[in-house]
């Protein structure tokens, strides 16, 4: 229902997607995962005809975006990170200007349905202006879906809202499954896992891992990180060294030591230890990292960093 193909974005001369290839099909949630400035929100501008890409295809539903935009349109739902607001609008006036700008048939009783969804009916008549950062990420969300569109797209649908209402968004955006291609965009693992069948993970602008939530688990949890503060050289040598080590896949200076990233699954610190010592340097101090996936997870997109 989505494809992606070769998909590149440039902004003057600074690329923030990088021919990137990917699809989502009807009865998926794939979870665009990636930490701030990776190029989420830029691929979903282009996703969603709102901005053309420098190079590459995207086709919704058959339709190329460039081309046949309308079409695209009527398919998409979007929700952008931030919710435009007419500030002077009401809450049904709002949803109301949605849906007549896609074309919507029935307009009353699509509009009465989706304020009942995100529970909004019995705020119809607030204006916009006046909600709270939560009541306008479901009002996002009921704009986005108006117009029952069998693609959604949603940016960081969870940001700056408090911990029950995160819960509410994300049994919303499950419940969607059914019969629509859902992607959906955050910076948190955990709830790309709670909530999606598949994550890509998008770093610089390039699809760095891809897979369900378990086989990602699983691939990220067989890295250990082991911390070490080294004497007898700079910086720079150290860490230059260390960086040469079979199993090692990331070495982040620390202020007081070394961050090592080990891809092995036995526990490497005798090796360290040996390779270390023999290229003449001096090992202070040496201890494995209980690290959390969020952790490993930011270590394996900083991996790939040019
Ligand atoms: N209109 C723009 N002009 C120039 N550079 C831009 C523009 N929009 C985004 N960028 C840059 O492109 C890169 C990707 O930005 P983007 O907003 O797509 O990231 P993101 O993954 O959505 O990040 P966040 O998690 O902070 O929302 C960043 O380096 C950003 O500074
Ligand atoms: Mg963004």
Known sequence: MIEVENLVKRYGNMTAVKGINFRVEPGEI??????????????MRMLTGFMPPTEGTIQICGFDVVEDSMSVRQRVGYMPERVPVYPDMTVEGYVTFWAKLRGVR??????????????????????????????????????????????????????????????????????????????????????????????IIINHGQI?????????????????????????????????????????????????????????DVDLRPTLSRLITQEGFTIVEMRAVDASLEDVFLTLTETKQP
Request: proline content about 4%; overall charge positive.
């Open 106 to 199: 029935d307009v009353r009783a699509r509009v009465h349905a989706v304020l009942e969804q995100f529970q909004l009916l019995d705020r119809r008549k607030q204006l916009v202006r006046f909600l709270s950062k939560g009541l306008r990420q479901r009002l996002g969300l009921a704009q986005a879906l108006v117009h029952q569109p069998p693609v959604i797209i949603l940016d960081e649908p969870t940001i700056g809202i408090d911990p029950r209402q995160v819960i509410e968004v994300r049994d919303a955006v499950r419940s969607l499954r059914e019969g629509h291609a859902v992607l959906f965009s955050s910076h948190i693992l955990s709830e790309v896992e709670q909530v999606c069948d598949r994550v």
């Open 208 to 264: 760095v891992g891809e897979g369900t939530p378990e086989t990602l688990s699983r691939q990220l949890a067989g890295r250990q990180q082991v911390f070490v503060v080294v004497e007898g050289g700079s910086d720079a040598r150290i860490s230059a060294f260390l960086r040469k080590i079979p199993d090692v896949v990331h070495v982040r200076a620390m202020d007081d030591g070394f961050l090592i990233t080990t891809k092995s």
């Open 30 to 43: 794939v979870g665009l995962l990636g930490p701030n400035g990776a190029g989420k929100t830029t691929t």
